[in-house]
Nanobody, 124 residues
Framework: QVQLVESGGGLVRAGESLTISCGVSGRPSNMYTMGWFRQAPNREREFVGTISWFGGTKGVADSVKDRFTISRDNNKNTMYLVMKSLNTEDTAVYYC?????????????????WGQGTQVTVSS
């Protein structure tokens, strides 16, 4: 059983930076790609970023391009999302997810495992 645990969320002011993490335990040997998604109140869960197992393939949503960076450290079984120049529209619960497929994906429907989420709130 795979467990994903997000951490690092909190309250920040617009323009500030924040890094959130996702720790992975019980990883199956065939886990390949991971992703970050977010969900604001009354909105659907939306793609933020995805990264392949060795980090060679990764991408982020256009809405966060040039501000957010996704990375992973397999030695620590941890994925990161560095968020810079945050604005109020970035306020949401951020979820990490994992899928046991080779290809990265931007669809939440294609992920097999999910964390419980971490709240990121950006004040104006």
């Amino acid at each position: 059983q795979v467990q994903l645990v997000e951490s690092g969320g909190g309250l920040v002011r617009a323009g500030e930076s924040l890094t959130i993490s996702c720790g992975v335990s019980g990883r199956p040997s065939n886990m390949y790609t991971m992703g970050w998604f977010r969900q604001a109140p009354n909105r659907e869960r939306e793609f933020v970023g995805t990264i392949s197992w060795f980090g060679g393939t990764k991408g982020v949503a256009d809405s966060v391009k040039d501000r957010f960076t996704i990375s992973r450290d397999n030695n620590k079984n941890t994925m990161y999302l560095v968020m810079k120049s945050l604005n109020t529209e970035d306020t949401a619960v951020y979820y990490c997810a994992a899928r046991d497929k080779l290809l990265t994906s931007r669809s939440p429907l294609e992920y097999d495992y999910w964390g419980q989420g971490t709240q990121v709130t950006v004040s104006s």
